[in-house]
């Protein structure tokens, strides 16, 4: 399916991306379904009516942000290192850090990508629960680490004692994804700073809080505290979700300044950095208001996704989060494929042997659509 989907693109014309594949760094115990041949044969493809596959966030980027990115689309000209740097600054201050523990990136995924580079370009493995966010591993994976997962626990957090035993003298970094990404479920935060307060002694742990601005009192639930008290933590954090840019590509890392000197040595010196992106953050971090429209629509939008697959009858995992898991008793390819035949992008899942399917927060409308194609799909 893979090599049928790449003609499909046009991309077997480029012989060094016609290699077979790398081993799919999913094992049996997580896997992802994908829209199948059929459907993306089926080209022009019809318009999704609603996108809930990417936990992306439909009411941004905020106005402030819209008008800042306008504004600044005529110094598009210039290289851009004084709007990274005013950006870093901010982004600093709102932390609680000295600029020098701040990389910014286009996209938490570039640092997310970068540590992994960082931390395996020799023999090591690296400790994450199972089922987690998969970019870091797979780089990691392509760099030739070991891969030691440790299942999430029975209420779906991180096993943190089951992680600590896990670590070994080849261990490179620790990653944990808090909220975690797909159960959409928050490990105590307590625990988790003991955690990586104890750990970081041996081992960087790394913190990827992509979803922590949904959470009503973010301050109290970061690991940005531990790199305050001078720990081996790195934190990553995204423009994409609760400010709702995901298309405009900012991230940002917290970290102790060795380590970003470290990354320094590998990065592209703010080369990779647009001004629009720049000026659009900037102007979003301030628009707290917007941040708080985004946290309760995504509330109220978790609200009616509950109230809606109760109504089918169906259990889900409560979420911390802009996007929900639910276990399905069906078949997952036919189930993602008849609801994408509906207009409707979801993701399906094989967790831990189950399917799963995880739909991301949308407006009133969407979130409809979805619960009347959840409900024609399964009833067929
Ligand atoms: C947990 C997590 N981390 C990182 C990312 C990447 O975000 P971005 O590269 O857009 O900042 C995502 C995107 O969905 C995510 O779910």
């Given at each position: 399916m893979k090599q049928a989907s790449l003609a499909g693109a046009g991309l077997l014309a480029f012989p060094s991306l016609n290699a077979a594949p790398a081993a799919s760094p999913h094992r049996p115990g997580f896997r992802e379904y994908l829209p199948s041949l059929e459907w993306e044969r089926s080209l022009p493809a019809p318009e999704l009516k609603a996108r809930l596959l990417a936990n992306e966030n439909p009411w941004g980027p905020s106005p402030q942000a819209r008008l800042a990115i306008m504004e600044s689309?005529?110094?598009?000209?210039r290289y851009q290192h004084q709007a990274a740097s005013a950006l870093r600054k901010e982004i600093a201050a709102f932390e609680g850090v000295s600029e020098d523990h701040i990389v910014v990136a286009p996209g938490s995924s570039d640092i997310l990508e970068k540590m992994a580079i960082m931390h395996y370009l020799e023999e090591g493995n690296l400790v994450t629960a199972?089922?987690?966010?998969?970019s870091l591993i797979k780089t990691a994976r392509q760099m030739g680490a070991q891969w030691n997962k440790v299942k999430l626990a029975a209420d779906w957090s991180h096993d943190l004692e089951g992680m600590a035993s896990a670590i070994d003298k080849h261990t490179r970094l620790v990653y944990i994804c808090n909220p975690n990404n797909p159960t959409g479920t928050l490990t105590d935060p307590d625990k988790l700073r003991d955690f990586c307060r104890t750990v970081s002694k041996d081992v960087p742990v790394f913190v990827d809080e992509a979803y922590l601005e949904f959470l009503p009192n973010r301050a109290k639930q970061t690991m940005v505290k531990t790199i305050q008290e001078g720990h081996n933590v790195i934190v990553a954090r995204t423009f994409s979700k609760i400010h709702g840019m995901a298309g405009l590509r900012v991230g940002y890392g917290v970290m102790q300044p060795e380590m970003r000197q470290q990354v320094d040595g590998i990065w592209r010196n703010n080369m990779s950095l647009c001004k629009t992106s720049l000026m659009g953050a900037m102007a979003s971090l301030r628009d707290t208001g917007f941040q708080e429209m985004s946290r309760e629509k995504t509330a109220a939008a978790r609200e009616q996704t509950y109230v809606g697959l109760e109504k089918l009858g169906l259990e889900y995992v409560p979420s911390h989060t802009s996007f929900i898991l639910f276990p399905l008793a069906v078949e997952g390819q036919a189930f993602l494929d008849d609801m994408f035949a509906h207009g409707v992008g979801v993701r399906v899942f094989d967790v831990h042997g189950k399917t799963h399917c995880r739909v991301s927060m949308g407006t009133p409308e969407e979130i409809d659509l979805f619960l009347e194609s959840l409900g024609s799909v399964l009833a067929k």
């Open positions: 689309a005529v110094e598009g000209n199972d089922p987690a966010y998969m």
